[in-house]
């Protein structure tokens, strides 16, 4: 694993309720194998991939995580192994994300599906963002409204 490229990490235990259908392979499993078949057929540099044991946000299923040294962290749920759209739409995120100050990807920025479907995004330590107010220097509350 080269620890300077950016990683996408799968939910290998998310269920998405579709179990029964598919011999008892859950949802997150299924999701990282549609997208593993769509990269197969592109070129894939640039990114690691990895699967998780629950994210500890099961009730969003599924989940995904991108994260990279410098850079903002985001997870995104409710994706769908079934809907091809979210597959390509993750593998799309991944040149925004680099080619991106620090990844910092407005929504708008963000391919469709991942735009409503973010649950969370941290900028990193010592991230120059100006969303970043450090609290320990000045007044607490000059910039602390939120406008992105
Ligand atoms: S099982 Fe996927 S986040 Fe918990």
């Given at each position: 694993m080269d620890h300077h490229q950016p990683i996408l990490s799968f939910c290998m235990t998310c269920q998405d309720g579709h179990e029964a259908f598919h011999e008892d392979i859950r949802g997150g499993a299924r999701l990282a194998q549609a997208f593993l078949s769509h990269i197969g057929a592109v070129q894939r540099h640039g990114f690691t991939l990895r699967g998780v044991?629950?994210?500890?946000q099961c009730k969003r299923a599924c989940i995904v995580s991108l994260c990279a040294n410098g850079r903002f962290s985001y997870m995104f749920g409710?994706?769908?192994?079934?809907a091809p759209d979210h597959v390509v739409a993750l593998s799309a995120l991944i040149p925004l994300y680099l080619a991106a100050p620090e990844g910092f990807l407005r929504r708008e920025v963000r391919p469709e599906p991942l735009q409503a479907r973010i649950l969370g995004r941290l900028p990193p330590p010592g991230s120059a963002s100006d969303l970043v107010t450090p609290l320990d220097e000045g007044d607490p509350a000059h910039g602390m409204f939120c406008h992105v």
């Open positions: 044991r629950c994210m500890s409710d994706l769908d192994a079934a």
